[in-house]
């Protein structure tokens, strides 16, 4: 699955405000709340179902990025934001080292399959080290989805 298929782009938020965990989550579902993604007066319930599934065990994979993501009914089909911190956010990585980029998965409660393919998408290219880099260099959403683009052609980026 190309991370064009499922990321929003016009939720990336290529300078968070908030500078922690769950103000960056609140952030980023309301960014694709706002981008109509998001069923009608659910962005709250969604917020508190990322950050239950994050208290469980932190999405921060260490290498300055998180992926935090849940299934919920507030989505029609598998939909995701980006979000970038210059400063860095506690995510309480594996590495305990601050995260600089997230990449929110919100995924319908009723297809599995199409979550799993969207999160192998993103772990996928998380793993290069050049991708986290040029992901974290971006200043704008326009940078972002030129950079996820050329990231589906070519996978070694």
Do not use: W
Request: hydrophobic residues 40%; proline residues 4%; charged residues 30%.
């Amino acid at each position: 699955m190309k991370l064009a298929n499922f990321i929003c782009f016009e939720a990336t938020v290529p300078e968070l405000q908030a500078c922690e965990r769950d103000g960056v989550i609140a952030e980023l579902v309301k960014s694709l709340d706002e981008a109509g993604k998001l069923r009608k007066g659910k962005c709250k319930d969604v917020v508190a179902g990322v950050i239950e599934r994050e208290d469980e065990a932190s999405t921060g994979m260490g290498k300055g990025v998180a992926m935090p993501h849940v299934k919920h009914r507030a989505v029609k089909s598998v939909i995701a934001a980006i979000g970038l911190s210059a400063a860095g956010v506690e995510f309480f990585a594996l590495d305990k080292q601050p995260v600089y980029s997230v990449i929110l998965l919100i995924s319908p409660e009723g297809n599995p399959d199409e979550h799993l393919q969207a999160m192998e998408s993103i772990f996928r290219h998380l793993q290069q080290e050049k991708f986290r880099r040029f992901l974290r260099m971006c200043g704008s959403s326009e940078q972002v989805k030129e950079l996820l683009i050329e990231a589906d052609e070519d996978p070694s980026l």
